[in-house]
């Protein structure tokens, strides 16, 4: 079953892969996460010099060991690597072993299971902004994966609103974000050029807006409001189901069964969505758990996972799923192929034991965003995070500071 890329497939894995976007590049590893100070509802920001750490984890489903080795890499607020020396943004050394590693445990899928903490006793990071770490195979020069998270330094304020009642629609299909920047603690000479905002719904890079001009200044704050970049489709909250047992369906599964080698589970088919549908969601979230919730990590079991989602067959384009298990990119593992004889949109993969959020997301042709309105529909109710980040380059600096950020949990009219 296990289908191993050729060093052709990671090139373009890794060309195809946005700079910010975690991501895996081979077929073996699986369940990329990145969490703040062992939160797994946590954004991928953490404070600088503080008591925080960042954890990255995946699986490896060849199960043998594999001696993996991590490069960090500093980044501007775009994302490329930045002009610093890794002298400059780290105390240590890159290319060192990740450590953490344990087999799993009574499964019929067998994994190993990885884990990286930073800081660590051979890295410490030294200043804000943006962090790509890299994953290779001990003497490969190519990456098999990729986790991306941001330090801040918190200099600014951030106040952000969200409303529906937008600049293009009332009520309707969309919401429009605003914010006001306050840096009266902090020197900017020309902070209307200088400071960098970028905005994110629901951590999605897709569809991230940045090179925002301010609608005008007050003393010692910046305002964007009523610009049309900051309106988002509202999409519906996301879909979400739980795969616990090996036996017993759990929520949302219409059935488990073992066909010799793995388990697989049958997500109930999902139908094209004309409502808005409310749910407590995680806004794409995922939380690997088993039903006895011990050791989950190295003892939870996976399943070739069946989604089916019933429509007609959209033109122009493809569809995808999409969630945070599938690192929110929009890449061929995760696009649908149709049955024509079923009218619906198929697709299959391996997932961990867990609950998961998820949703299907209609790329145009020639595009990479994805849009909602084809498959769940955009609705003014849904409730929505969005997270705003602050980069500041001072004159005479080399990198981008992330000197501020802020995230409102939008909630519709609950």
Same mark, same amino acid.
């Given at each position: 079953?296990?289908?191993?890329?050729?060093?052709?497939?990671?090139?373009?894995?890794?060309?195809?892969?946005?700079?910010?976007?975690?991501?895996?590049?081979?077929?073996?590893?699986?369940?990329?996460?990145?969490?703040?100070?062992?939160?797994?509802?946590?954004?991928?920001?953490?404070?600088?010099?503080?008591?925080?750490?960042?954890?990255?984890?995946?699986?490896?489903?060849?199960?043998?060991?594999?001696?993996?080795?991590?490069?960090?890499?500093?980044?501007?607020?775009?994302?490329?690597?930045?002009?610093?020396?890794?002298?400059?943004?780290?105390?240590?050394?890159?290319?060192?072993?990740?450590?953490?590693?344990?087999?799993?445990?009574?499964?019929?899928?067998?994994?190993?299971?990885?884990?990286?903490?930073?800081?660590?006793?051979?890295?410490?990071?030294?200043?804000?902004?943006?962090?790509?770490?890299?994953?290779?195979?001990?003497?490969?020069?190519?990456?098999? $994966? =990729?986790?991306?998270?941001? #330090?801040?330094?918190?200099?600014?304020?951030?106040?952000?609103? !969200?409303?529906?009642?937008? +600049? *293009?629609?009332?009520?309707?299909?969309?919401?429009?974000?605003?914010?006001?920047?306050?840096?009266?603690?902090?020197?900017?000479?020309?902070?209307?050029?200088?400071?960098?905002?970028?905005?994110?719904?629901?951590?999605?890079?897709?569809?991230?807006?940045?090179?925002?001009?301010?609608?005008?200044?007050?003393?010692?704050?910046?305002?964007?409001?009523?610009?049309?970049?900051?309106?988002?489709?509202?999409?519906?909250?996301?879909?979400?189901?739980?795969?616990?047992?090996?036996?017993?369906?759990?929520?949302?599964?219409?059935?488990?069964?073992?066909?010799?080698?793995?388990?697989?589970?049958?997500?109930?088919?999902? $139908? =094209?969505?004309?409502?808005? #549908?409310?749910?407590?969601?995680?806004?794409?979230?995922?939380? !690997?758990?088993?039903?006895? +919730? *011990?050791?989950?990590?190295?003892?939870?079991?996976?399943?070739?996972?069946?989604?089916?989602?019933?429509?007609?067959?959209?033109?122009?384009?493809?569809?995808?799923?999409?969630?945070?298990?599938?690192?929110?990119?929009?890449?061929?593992?995760?696009?649908?192929?149709?049955?024509?004889?079923?009218?619906?949109?198929?697709?299959?993969?391996?997932?961990?034991?867990?609950?998961?959020?998820?949703?299907?997301?209609?790329?145009?042709?020639?595009?990479?965003?994805?849009?909602?309105?084809?498959?769940?529909?955009?609705?003014?109710?849904?409730?929505?995070?969005?997270?705003?980040?602050?980069?500041?380059?001072?004159?005479?600096?080399?990198?981008?500071?992330?000197?501020?950020?802020?995230?409102?949990?939008?909630?519709?009219?609950?």
């Amino acid at each position: 079953m296990m289908k191993f890329f050729s060093i052709f497939a990671i090139l373009l894995a890794c060309v195809s892969a946005k700079a910010q976007e975690n991501g895996v590049f081979i077929d073996n590893l699986k369940s990329l996460r990145v969490e703040i100070d062992g939160l797994w509802d946590s954004d991928p920001v953490m404070n600088l010099g503080g008591a925080n750490w960042v954890e990255i984890s995946f699986d490896d489903l060849q199960h043998n060991y594999v001696r993996y080795t991590y490069k960090i890499t500093h980044c501007d607020a775009d994302w490329e690597p930045s002009d610093l020396l890794e002298s400059d943004y780290m105390d240590g050394f890159n290319g060192m072993r990740i450590e953490d590693y344990s087999p799993s445990t009574s499964t019929a899928m067998l994994y190993n299971h990885y884990s990286l903490r930073i800081p660590n006793d051979d890295v410490k990071l030294k200043v804000s902004g943006n962090y790509r770490v890299e994953f290779f195979e001990d003497g490969d020069d190519e990456p098999v $994966a =990729q986790a991306c998270f941001s #330090i801040v330094e918190p200099k600014v304020g951030i106040d952000i609103s !969200v409303s529906s009642n937008t +600049d *293009i629609d009332t009520y309707q299909s969309h919401q429009q974000v605003s914010f006001e920047v306050n840096y009266s603690t902090y020197t900017v000479h020309h902070p209307e050029s200088e400071l960098m905002p970028v905005v994110v719904q629901n951590r999605r890079w897709d569809n991230h807006v940045e090179n925002l001009q301010p609608t005008y200044l007050k003393t010692n704050t910046l305002i964007f409001n009523h610009n049309k970049s900051l309106i988002f489709p509202g999409g519906n909250e996301y879909r979400r189901f739980e795969v616990l047992d090996d036996h017993v369906p759990t929520m949302r599964i219409e059935a488990m069964r073992y066909e010799r080698p793995y388990y697989h589970a049958f997500v109930m088919e999902d $139908a =094209q969505r004309i409502n808005y #549908i409310y749910d407590q969601d995680q806004n794409g979230r995922y939380y !690997v758990r088993n039903a006895n +919730d *011990i050791d989950s990590a190295w003892e939870s079991e996976y399943y070739i996972t069946h989604f089916r989602l019933s429509m007609p067959q959209i033109p122009g384009g493809n569809l995808y799923l999409h969630g945070d298990f599938t690192n929110g990119r929009l890449a061929d593992e995760y696009k649908m192929e149709y049955n024509l004889l079923e009218h619906v949109y198929e697709i299959a993969m391996p997932l961990k034991q867990g609950s998961y959020n998820y949703q299907y997301l209609f790329v145009h042709d020639g595009d990479n965003v994805g849009q909602t309105a084809q498959s769940e529909g955009d609705f003014y109710q849904t409730e929505n995070e969005y997270g705003v980040y602050i980069y500041h380059r001072p004159f005479g600096e080399r990198y981008d500071h992330l000197v501020g950020y802020n995230k409102v949990k939008y909630l519709g009219n609950k």
